[in-house]
């Protein structure tokens, strides 16, 4: 049941991620149709990788579900191109392109683990 849960609660994270970027940033998270505007909302007040976030916890969620141990090993090799990724190539793409603004979000928002109170830009 809790693997379901994690499954579950990652799909609506993903989901409501990638909506955020198209209404609010007008755009895509996709590098080829980046959002014209920085996306602070939603859950972004919490975490600047929220949808990260919500593909692990789908697969660790896949992996209590069908009890696959080899799902646990995906995720976790998994974890170190994706965060090679977002500091390589995100994080410098969002300086250069919302200057001041990616900064004050950066230094205020964690990467990985949620603020408990929310962002206010």
Request: hydrophobic share 55%; proline share 9%; glycine share 10%.
């Amino acid at each position: 049941m809790w693997g379901a849960l994690l499954l579950a609660a990652g799909l609506v994270i993903l989901a409501q991620a990638f909506v955020r970027f198209v209404v609010e940033g007008f755009g895509t998270p996709i590098p080829a149709a980046p959002p014209d505007r920085l996306v602070v909302g939603g859950l972004y007040r919490y975490v600047r990788n929220p949808m990260y976030l919500g593909l692990f916890a789908a697969v660790i969620g896949q992996a209590m579900v069908f009890g696959n141990g080899w799902l646990l090993v995906y995720a976790a090799v998994m974890a170190v191109p994706v965060v090679l990724f977002v500091r390589l190539y995100e994080e410098p793409r969002l300086r250069r392109s919302f200057g001041a603004d990616y900064e004050r979000y950066r230094a205020a928002v964690p990467g990985w683990w949620p603020r408990v109170r929310p962002y206010r830009p």
